[in-house]
């Protein structure tokens, strides 16, 4: 391997800690120095990314770039790197959106410093979740990208009073970390519950997935501890009932925020479950599939039903996420391996697309101070651009062929039409009623005449404007030319299945 | 039998280092009696650098025990002693400016700081039950008078009250448990009582035990021994708040795991059911009480006792991997502890803060020090990258190999509900603005001899946190000196 080879994954842990380390010895009265350094590491993290997803070679498969360094000889931890398939397109993610995110968070004018540090603090855990081989770090990195999250919409939201309720931002990031943390209190649980079952005296991953092989963890422990780790990492992916944390969230989170949790942060859930559930507890996996399959369903239905009933942009988005993360769970339950590579290349696709939509509306909110599309029309003649990329980001959403979406959406319904037709039928029809909310808020809010209250809208800024075309690439790119990702998926994917025999 | 007494050359140090200090105090030239506290804290703070350096250097391989089994000067009393050292080096530290503006005795404050360390090496140390006490009464002495040597103040007076009254009894109870168990067995030393105590009549052991538990729960403030911890957090000057929380606290779990390794290891089944009904209710209690609170002080004490709890589901299941995951818990905990009542002190003094509402502001009064909080109480939550969650990590999976999983369930259950009241002081600090007029309104800071202190904390805070491994593969090390986890 070449020196870039051996170190790109732990730089891309190290890097943000570095910049967050850095930023705090920076004066805070220094804020374009701040920003500078902000967008560089960003920049930097999305080469190191592009770099990492570029030299997985999937014609070899498995695991690669690992890397293992001693930690914690006593209970043994060690630091463990390494990328299968899935791993490596969520990096690429990653990158995507970090640099996106902290492009746009220049745009903030209170106190960058410490936005900065959390962000970066955020993005070194994200990064190490999806790197991490060792369960441990898994755990220690995944509870790392949360606790930044408090903070950051507790200090920089914005609370919302809408004509029936309103929403303070405490309200909305207290309700969002402690619903995150208890539902890791349950993994935590899970990992301990495995690691003493499986005797091996080791966190490493594929030590503990070898267990799972040989019988160690055997079906009746892998039965009660799965849903464990189902409903845990679940809920992180926006798993219904346990949602509601997501679109609150969403709405008082500022827009770098929102971008990094819905565009990332909410897949670290789907793929703790394939980490942990399918790699480790396969048995668990079988047994449970069909109700990850059916909550995936209801997820996707009940998403957008409740997006039809928002007039927020942000509730919209919000709930739009909700249910397009019940793709990738409905993609999980089939255990097929069609419907499996839908569902990660989903992650992935609705990860910019949903980064793409927080960008712009985060601009339109930035000014006109509403987010209410009904409030909200003609836009598209006083912000062209802002426009066009929401349209398209609507289209990619609603799976129009062309677009990211639809190609993803597409395997995963070729999946649930192998395994459970009706719920793949089912699965359909929510695709139709997501056509329907966002053609209608497109209708709304970018056509017609404008008011005269809109007359001053500029359109967006050059930061907003590289952050938008770095989301845009990738929507476009998968859609027309998905191959690349999906050989990148291949490998990861049936190495999963393989482990659960399906 | 060793009767070289120069092993006990720290002891010695740290008893004359006491002495200095009053005598120093003493006879200060009329030229320096206006920085009377900073002399104490400096001969202090250095003298106690000194005797950890001694300690450190004349530290020998194990060489086993003393006088009859009176005093072990093992590694695993090392571990202890660096810590209570470095803990009484950080409290007669923090409380420089402290004693200087609230308190009138500067020489009698570090003098009894320094004697509690020496109590709570002793303690550790400690091989047989009447040594036991009379170190766990040397430190509880020190304690009562540090307790209310906050002159003039109600709440002091009312603290010391208390916990002198209910310490007495406690100690009482212990006392008395020791002599069942002396009656019964004829012997003290824990290593002899270990294959005596089945021997005898079952009832007298079991009652003398109980009694024994119920006098320790006390100093550790375990539910339903825990009753005098709030007002006694809250009454007395914050230094000793801190120094009673770390220092006690782990100097009583020291010889409690001593205790239970070479006395008791034999009986685990069935004091393992006291203990696991301890754990439970000392987490539950505290996390569910610690809620409702709005002093910091008193929260911070809750948030000791659940501390606690975490330690007792450790002892619950002891064996040698919960023996290192709770030392290394309790190195973390004094670390972190110490980092937060750094701050907590400075605001009490420099903006005479004490509730939870009254922090509004102090992240823009001064970013370092709501930074360390924050990081502190982070720590306590359990949260990466600090100390709390690979240490309370380690604790629960020990535990769990020793197949109490429900028991690490209700643990990190109460981990869940204190995350909440640790958010209530960080969202004080960080999204409540100040008050016009409030001292936090403006610019507030540590003393630049704080600020270090602070720094040196949240350093270790971290480091713990990221890098765990040499500091376990010493706790290894001096865990190995335990009789029944020898060689293993």
Known sequence: ?502 | MHTDFSILLPEFLLAGLALAVLVVDMVLPQALLRRRSDVAAIIATVGMALVLAVTLLTARENTGFLYEQLLFTDRFALLFKVLFLGTGIAVSWMSQEYVGAKMRHPGEFHALVVLAVLGAGLMASAGELLTAYISIELLSFALYVLVGLGRGDRRSAEAVTKYVLLGAVSSAVMLFGISLLYGATGQTAFRYLEGLLDQVWAPVPIVGFALLVAGLGFKLSAVPFHLWTPDVYEGAPTPVTALISVLSKSATVALVIRFLAEGAMGYQEHWQVALVVLAVLTMTVGTLTAMAQTNVKRLLAYSSITQVGFVLVGLAALSEGSANAIALHLAGYAFTNLAAFTVVSMVEVRAGRESIAGYAGLASASPFSAMVLTAALFSLAGLPIFAGFITKFALFTAAAQEGLLWLVAVAVLASLVSLYYYLRIVRAMYVDKAEAGSPLAGRLALSPVSAALAWALLAGTIAVGVYPGPLAGWIDAATNALGPFLGT
């Open chain 1, 1 to 502: 391997m070449s020196y870039f080879e051996r170190h790109v994954l732990e730089s891309l842990i190290y890097l943000p800690m570095l910049t967050a380390l850095v930023l705090v010895f920076l004066p805070a009265k220094g804020r374009a120095l701040i920003r500078t350094v902000g967008i560089a590491s960003g920049a930097l993290a999305l080469v190191g990314s592009l770099y990492a997803f570029l030299a997985y070679d999937e014609a070899v498969g498995g695991f690669q770039l690992v890397r293992v360094y001693p930690w914690f000889a006593g209970l043994g931890i060690d630091f463990r790197l390494g990328v299968d398939g899935i791993a490596a397109l969520m990096v690429l993610l990653t990158g995507i959106v970090t640099f996106a995110g902290a492009v746009v968070a220049a745009n903030r004018d209170e106190d960058p410093k410490a936005y900065y540090v959390l962000l970066n603090l955020l993005v070194a855990g994200v990064y190490g979740t999806f790197v991490s081989t060792d369960l441990f770090f898994f755990f220690f990195f995944y509870e790392l990208a949360i606790v930044p999250m408090y903070l950051l919409i507790a200090i920089w939201g914005s609370s919302s009073v809408f004509p029936t309720f309103s929403r303070t931002k405490e309200y909305a990031a207290l309700k969002l970390v402690l619903m995150i943390v208890a539902a890791s209190v349950l993994v935590w649980i899970g990992i301990i519950a495995i690691y003493v079952q499986a005797d091996a005296g080791t966190f490493d991953i594929a030590v503990l997935a070898q267990a799972a092989a040989d019988g160690r963890l055997d079906a009746g422990f892998q039965r009660w501890v799965f849903p464990l780790v189902m409903v845990g990492f679940g809920l992180l992916a926006g798993m219904w009932p346990f949602h509601t944390w997501s679109p609150d969230g969403h709405v008082s989170a500022p827009t770098s925020v929102s971008m990094l949790h819905a565009g990332v942060l909410m897949k670290l859930g789907a793929f703790g479950i394939i980490r942990v559930g399918m790699q480790l507890l396969p048995q668990g996996m079988d047994d449970w599939s069909l109700v990850l399959f059916i909550i995936g369903t209801i997820n996707v239905v009940y998403g957008a039903v409740s997006a039809l009933a928002q007039t927020d942009l942000k509730y919209v988005i919000g709930y739009s996420s909700v249910s397009h993360m019940g793709y990738v769970l409905m993609g999980l339950g089939t255990l097929d391996s069609v419907g499996f590579t839908g569902a990660s290349l989903q992650m992935f696709s609705h990860g910019v697309m949903t980064a793409l939509f927080f960008t712009l509306v985060g601009a339109i909110y930035e000014r006109s101070h509403t987010r209410d599309s009904l409030v909200l029309n003609g836009l598209a003649s006083r912000m062209g651009w802002a426009s066009g990329l929401f349209i398209l980001a609507g289209l990619a959403s609603l799976g129009l062929p062309g677009l990211s979406g639809f190609v993803a959406e597409v395997l995963v319904f070729i999946g649930a039409f192998r395994t459970e037709p009706v719920l793949g039928a089912i699965g359909i029809a929510g695709a139709a009623i997501t056509a329907v909310y966002i053609l209608r808020l497109v209708g709304r809010v970018f056509f017609g005449t404008p008011d005269k209250q809109w007359d001053n809208l500029r359109d967006l800024n050059l930061r907003e404007g590289i952050a938008a075309a770095t989301l845009v690439v990738p929507v476009v790119a998968v859609g027309i030319f998905p191959a690349p990702f999906l050989d990148v998926l291949r490998p990861g994917v049936a190495a999963v299945l393989a482990g659960i025999g399906g």
